[in-house]
């Protein structure tokens, strides 16, 4: 008989991870083990690995070797927590060895390292000079009668061999005259004189020479080589010979009773594979090149469930990116290896692990056994089967994923059209269980499209909950999947319609484009009139007026059915007169029509209030259209239904300049709206924020707010309210000397219908300004006047609404027309009412520069004054800074330094740089400290402390700390009250002690006020002993 102690075993070779250059599947290297046995093998016709010289890979231990791939294919052929598998297998190696042949079954999910204790025990048993015979079974050749035999009858030469007969008769059985596929053929003769031969010849083998004999994946065998594997387990007991299975645990094995014949044999020991411990993980990680985090190996456990292959895997995607340039470190990174390992383990392992993983996947959460019975057509049972095997693979944990690195990986393995065709079914699955709207909704839109009249209304649900929870980007993504959902065009134009008003809050200029498409579906019949009055707000708002007048037109042909018809009419038409009061003619049948309904319901207020603001301020029917909106902003409860409304409220309550008078009366109810979350809602508040800010004079805040609201939504989504925040950064550029950064604000393109609103009167009142502050009159003088003819045509002129005649007024003052000037500021103060003071005070301001100095003085102290009362802090400065002026030609050179410091502290407050460098010039350096950086809260010092602490001051003290805030030295303090230096420092001593601050800059603004109304610093104010 001829001996082949150097034939290398035929099997394939079964990397125990899928990693590239691998030098050899079967190299394993252990440590020392006992009993004798080499434990440092390599298999005939491998590739040897280099010499190890230390437990560490790379580094000091192995100078020269490369971190990334090398070091993979080293830690590929590691076996961790093994000792005890290995010191078996030497065992029942020696003991075959000696005559006393076993079988043996490593049993372990896929991943675990059956076939690297395999390849191991092949190095063990050639260097002891055992025949290594090997086999791989296959679920592809199931069907093939044996299949897996014939491979052990290859590899042991027998077809080849002097037992020619061997050779026919698997000839016989593969021939189809047997193919074994039933327990009664097994029993035929023919059945049993073959396997009898095949076994008693592997037999003779191992009797000249011993063997070991392993099938790896014994599971995929096929029924006859299942039969004739035990038939040779139950004789190798006196044998040379040692048989190893490894399996994958089967719950439901195709062929059961052979199976179980097999595994459960008397003749066979098993030897279970586990998984990885925690700190198995750790030494996998310790043979890296680099060091690992310490908790690394707790994450990556808990990641894998101890799986080697997984393990390793997700070293490797981490290695692989330090080789291309990565410095951090070791970290979890998942790879093209780690997702072809999960790849592997799920083919690999008992089915339906797979599609049943591919489901899990697709889900997303954690899915009852009962839902996937229906979702992929299969018995509970084999469910409930398919969960097990995959959570001893290490890939579920309490029926989800371990990690959602891992239901990455999964959909990475996936193809595109077998993720489309779960979420098909996953959604008519969810649907019909009755599962929510937003659930099915998710698995609809991944579907790309699914057939079914209760498709469109889910997905209409779904979106509505979504925009009520300000999940903006989910509503817009299902009403997409709505739109190509529906069976006919009135459904896809309402599909477009709410698709539109979703997108309005993320940016209109997107909505926008569906304009034409919803106009021509009104035109159709397509869209009901409730759709069809929304759409005529987002026609106004883009500028599009004969759109919206056809629509409204169109929508009113028949005669209104109902009140709640008319109320949802009112919001187009308030709209329109807001917007666009030169075309409130060509609506005036509709509005005749609403108004013989009587009061609106409440629905409808908010719009009515915001829409009445400005168009109808004057001469609303249904009252004070001011109070009624903020009303409105303080009691309407804030969703998306209600946003729209209360922005254009508070918009038209700056432009009546009551923001302004109320300060931050209206904040919370911004917060309430910038708590939606929608890009369109926030830019509305800051654009909101940033008229109120320019009432006041903060023109830092101004630009802060006005440029966050174009960061959010683009100037071109803004339609014609983009006049509004141009406008505001043109004034604040402007008057803050930043020329180039007004005139590129003035060269952002607008649409030509912006000058049809009063959104246009503020952008010319803006660019008159700017025209007016760089010497460009004679534009200016055009803007102003076109501002004049505007608000006429419109019978809108409403001083409040854009001073235009106080700008005119200034205009002609520079051309030195100083009579046009005084007449334009007196009819401007003619037409505005008392409490409008921030008006009153700018025309005043005007007038007073315009008139002789006998009546200059009188009437820029009646404008400062007016000018504080309405917190307009750099007009406040400017007029205060003109009345310094006038002090200093009236020979009060001690009260003008002083007006002109109180005039330098508050530009400084306000942002006013050309003014700044005006007061320079009188004033000298300005050496004064800035105030005193704001805390953590918000501010300096809170106002009530400041006020408490003030309050706390005697007469005599207060006098001099309110001369101090304002800017006069000690020795002007002394001369203005008649004391002495001495006196001066002591009563500032003890004002600083009690109000807590160390510099006079530090001193409560309000002392400023106090300055001021108490005529410290007028002409003729009095001098009071603080002695």
Not at 704 to 716: F, G, N, Q, V
Not at 765 to 773: E, S
Not at 956 to 984: D, F, H, P, Q
Request: aromatic share 4%; hydrophobic share 45%.
């Amino acid at each position: 008989m001829q001996h082949n102690q150097k034939r290398t075993p035929t099997a394939p070779e079964m990397p125990l991870w899928p990693l590239p250059r691998i030098w050899s599947a079967a190299y394993i290297d252990a440590g020392a083990a006992p009993g004798g046995i080499p434990v440092r093998a390599v298999v005939p016709g491998t590739k040897s690995p280099p010499a190890r010289r230390s437990r560490h890979l790379g580094g000091h231990g192995c100078p020269g070797l490369p971190t990334g791939e090398a070091a993979m294919n080293q830690l590929t052929g590691e076996l961790i927590e093994r000792d005890e598998h290995l010191h078996a297998l030497k065992g029942l190696l020696t003991a075959a060895l000696a005559g006393r042949g076993q079988a043996i079954v490593l049993s372990g999910a896929s991943g675990s390292g059956k076939t690297a204790l395999l390849n191991r025990l092949a190095q063990l048993a050639v260097e002891a000079g055992a025949e290594v015979v090997a086999a791989v079974a296959s679920r592809t050749e199931q069907s093939l009668p044996l299949g897996v035999i014939g491979q052990l009858a290859h590899g042991a030469g027998l077809v080849t061999g002097k037992d020619p007969a061997i050779a026919g008769l698997l000839e016989e059985a593969m021939s189809g005259r047997w193919d074994g596929s039933s327990t009664e053929q097994i029993h035929q003769q023919p059945s049993a004189r073959i396997l009898h031969a095949l076994c008693m010849a592997l037999l003779r083998r191992a009797a000249d020479q011993p063997s070991v004999v392993y099938v790896d994946d014994v599971h995929h065998a096929d029924p006859s080589s299942l039969e004739c594997l035990s038939y040779l387990m139950r004789r190798v007991r006196n044998a040379r010979m040692l048989v190893v299975l490894a399996a994958i645990p089967q719950l439901a094995p195709a062929y059961p009773m052979q199976y179980a014949e097999l595994l459960h044999s008397s003749s066979s020991v098993p030897l279970p594979v586990g998984p990885l411990t925690r700190q198995g993980v750790a030494q996998v990680l310790a043979r890296l090149p680099q060091p690992a985090d310490r908790g690394l190996s707790a994450q990556y456990h808990a990641i894998t469930g101890g799986n080697p292959r997984l393990a390793v895997a997700l070293v490797g995607d981490s290695l692989r990116r330090i080789d291309h340039g990565a410095e951090e470190g070791i970290r979890t990174v998942v790879g093209e290896t780690f997702i072809e390992a999960v790849r592997t383990c799920l083919y690999r392992s008992e089915q339906p692990a797979l599609p049943v993983a591919r489901a899990l996947a697709v889900a997303g959460v954690r899915t009852e056994p009962a839902v996937l019975t229906r979702l992929l057509d299969i018995n509970e049972e084999m469910v409930r089967c398919a969960l097990l095997t995959l959570r001893r693979v290490g890939l579920l944990a309490e029926g989800t994923f371990r990690d959602p690195r891992i239901r990455t990986a999964v959909l990475a393995a996936m193809l595109p059209d077998e993720r489309m065709d779960l979420h098909r079914r996953l959604a008519s699955v969810s649907h019909a269980a009755g599962e929510p709207a937003s659930v099915v909704a998710r698995y609809l839109v991944d579907a790309d499209r699914v057939d079914g009249a209760w498709v469109a209304p889910t997905l209409h649900e779904a979106a509505d909950q979504a925009l009520a929870e300000g999940r903006t980007e989910d509503a817009i993504s299902f009403l997409d999947s709505a739109s190509t959902a529906v069976v006919d065009e009135r459904q896809r134009a309402e599909a477009t319609s709410a698709l539109t008003r979703i997108e309005w809050q993320t940016n209109p200029a997107d909505a926008a484009r569906r304009l034409p498409e919803l106009v021509a579906a009104v035109r159709a019949g397509m869209l009901v009139r409730r759709h069809a009055v929304a759409l005529v707000a987002y026609l106004l708002w883009h500028g599009h007026i004969d759109d919206a007048v056809e629509v409204i037109t169109m929508i009113t042909s028949a005669e209104l059915p109902e009140p709640e018809f008319a109320a949802s009419l009112s919001v187009p038409l308030l709209l329109l007169a807001y917007l666009f009061p030169d075309h409130l003619d060509r609506v005036r049948g509709p509005w005749e029509s609403l108004a013989a309904h009587g009061p609106l319901p409440p629905p409808c207020r908010p719009l009515q209030a915001a829409a009445e603001l400005t168009a109808l301020a004057a001469r609303s029917p249904h009252g004070d259209a001011v109070a009624a909106a903020e009303q409105v902003v303080h009691n309407t409860r804030v969703d998306h239904e209600a946003l729209g409304p209360i922005s254009i409220a508070l918009l038209g309550t700056i432009f009546t300049d009551r923001i302004g008078a109320t300060g931050s009366a209206h904040y919370p109810v911004l917060h309430r709206a910038a708590d939606r979350r929608t890009p369109t809602t926030q830019a509305l508040v800051s654009a909101v924020l940033a008229e109120g800010t320019l009432c006041r004079g903060d023109l830092t805040a101004t630009e802060e707010h006005a440029r966050r609201a174009l960061d959010l939504i683009p100037a071109k989504g803004w339609g014609v309210a983009v006049g509004a925040l141009l406008s505001n950064m043109v004034l604040a550029a402007t008057v803050s000397g930043a020329h180039d950064a007004a005139e590129k604000w003035l060269s952002v393109p607008v649409p030509a219908a912006m000058f049809d609103t009063p959104f246009g009167l503020k952008y010319l009142h803006a660019r008159g300004t700017y025209y007016l502050r760089t010497d460009c009159v004679r534009a200016a003088l055009i803007d102003f006047q076109a501002c004049g003819r505007m608000t006429t045509a419109w019978e809108l002129d409403l001083p409040e609404l854009v001073p235009w005649r106080t700008e005119l007024a200034r205009a002609h003052l520079a051309l030195g027309r100083r009579q046009q000037s005084r007449e334009l500021a007196r009819d401007q103060l003619g037409r505005l009412p008392q409490h409008r003071v921030r008006e009153r005070g700018s025309a005043l301001w005007v007038l007073a520069l315009a008139s002789d100095p006998a009546d200059r003085l009188r009437l820029l102290q009646e404008a400062v004054n007016l000018l504080r009362a309405s917190d307009d802090t750099l007009s406040t400065a400017g007029a205060t800074a003109d009345l310094g002026e006038a002090l200093h030609r009236a020979g009060d050179l001690d009260a003008a330094r002083a007006t002109w410091q109180v005039a330098r502290r508050l530009a400084r407050r306000s942002g006013g740089g050309p003014l700044l460098d005006r007061l320079r010039t009188v004033l000298g350096p300005d050496d004064a400290r800035e105030p005193a950086e704001p805390d953590a809260l918000g501010g300096s010092r809170p106002d009530l402390a400041a006020a408490v602490a003030v309050d706390g001051l005697t007469d005599a003290e207060r006098r001099v700390a309110a001369l101090a805030a304002v800017g006069y030295t000690n020795r002007e303090i002394a001369t203005k009250l008649y004391v002495t230096v001495s006196t001066v420092e002591q009563h500032l001593t003890r004002v600083y002690r009690k109000l807590q601050v160390s510099r006079r800059t530090d001193l409560p603004t309000g002392l400023i006020d106090e300055a001021l109304d108490g005529g410290e610093c007028s002409p003729d104010g009095s001098h009071v002993s603080v002695a």
